[in-house]
């Protein structure tokens, strides 16, 4: 995009998405020292899996990384737990599993323990959601670490799926096409540079924007869509070939993973109506298409990638059956790997 406007990127906000995958690629040999007969390939898709006879266990962690930092201007904690389940939980369900249980992580120079009870509660809301247990976790006290009413929070996930039903991408071919689930906005990416645009202040947040509906510190401290029971019902309906949580990265990252080589996605952004949160970051950050698309979620959380006879049954059911909404939004293609935004 050259509108004369200066750009700002992810990089510029302090974030460089490549050193995220070139330490990935560092750790691989490390981990792989710990690997046994049950451990299954795909170090680096969206969840760990471990097989025990039929069954395999699918795990992931993650946390709710500087989206945090809104809930501290606008002193509302109660949400960030949801963020957490969820950008666990919607990792290990792209591999068909079932959510199982969910442990938390606290971490803050002082517990308050009201602060905390209003965590926890999101967190447990964000299980229910899930339909998975919150079994346990930890809350550590770390005087001089974190700033006065900051603290972080984490969380692991366990689901379980047969082998036989699990969902790898090994079957997509060419003419697939993509369905995707829409997201309920930023979910907990991209917030290093949601940041950078909108400052963190909280006469400015509590501002009423109106293309939003809404104040611009509610719309980015609005929880992350929880998928687990959309995606648990599509299974169970439909043969569901491959599933990408769009996280960091983006459809350009997040979306490549499910297509085996020498196949590619095409994702056409004029499908679908991109939500107003999404024009404002991309306005102020003069982003091209492809970069924004490489930094948020542009509307849509989770794609899945079903016949081409398949697909209008599936985003039917997805908008008549369960509480997301589904479009379709591309096709998948031959001739070279990744993800085209047309």
């Known amino acids: 995009m050259d509108n004369g406007k200066?750009?700002?990127?992810?990089?510029?906000?302090?974030?460089?998405?490549?050193?995220?995958?070139?330490?990935?690629?560092?750790?691989?040999?490390?981990?792989?020292?710990?690997?046994?007969?049950?451990?299954?390939?795909?170090?680096?898709?969206?969840?760990?899996?471990?097989?025990?006879?039929?069954?395999?266990?699918?795990a992931g962690t993650d946390g709710v990384g500087t989206k945090l930092m809104v809930a501290f201007v606008m002193d509302k904690h109660d949400t960030v737990g949801i963020d957490c389940v969820a950008m666990c939980v919607n990792d290990i369900i792209c591999h068909g599993a079932k959510p199982l249980f969910f442990l938390d992580y606290i971490a803050t120079g002082a517990i308050v323990p009201e602060k905390v009870a209003r965590i926890v509660g999101g967190v447990a809301e964000g299980c229910v959601q899930a339909g998975c247990a919150l079994i346990g976790g930890e809350t550590a006290e770390m005087p001089d670490f974190y700033r006065p009413g900051e603290y972080d929070v984490a969380g692991f996930a366990v689901g379980v799926v047969k082998k036989k039903?699990?969902?790898?991408?090994?079957?997509?071919?060419?003419?697939?096409?993509?369905?995707?689930?829409?997201?309920?906005?930023?979910?907990?990416?991209?917030?290093?540079?949601?940041?950078?645009?909108f400052p963190m202040e909280r006469r400015k947040l509590d501002q009423y924007v109106a293309g939003l509906g809404c104040t611009l510190g509610e719309e980015l401290l609005r929880p992350t869509r929880i998928y687990a029971k959309t995606i648990g019902k599509l299974t169970a309906h439909f043969k569901i070939k491959g599933i990408a949580h769009i996280t960091g990265g983006g459809y350009v990252e997040k979306l490549a993973r499910i297509f085996p080589q020498g196949l590619y996605g095409k994702v056409d952004l004029s499908s679908y109506e991109i939500p107003e949160i999404f024009k404002m970051l991309v306005e102020r950050t003069n982003l091209s298409r492809e970069e924004a698309c490489n930094t948020f979620n542009m509307g849509i959380g989770m794609v899945v990638a079903v016949a081409k006879e398949d697909a209008d049954a599936v985003v039917a059911f997805v908008n008549g059956q369960t509480e997301d909404s589904a479009v379709r939004i591309g096709c998948v293609a031959s001739g070279k790997n990744g993800v085209e935004i047309v």
């Open 6 to 58: 200066q750009k700002i990127t992810y990089g510029d906000a302090g974030v460089d998405v490549r050193r995220g995958y070139d330490a990935v690629e560092l750790m691989k040999k490390h981990a792989k020292r710990t690997f046994d007969e049950n451990v299954l390939p795909g170090l680096g898709s969206f969840g760990g899996k471990y097989a025990v006879g039929d069954d395999v266990f699918v």
């Open 165 to 197: 039903d699990m969902i790898t991408g090994k079957d997509i071919k060419e003419g697939d096409l993509l369905v995707g689930l829409r997201s309920s906005g930023i979910h907990s990416n991209g917030f290093s540079l949601v940041r950078k645009v």
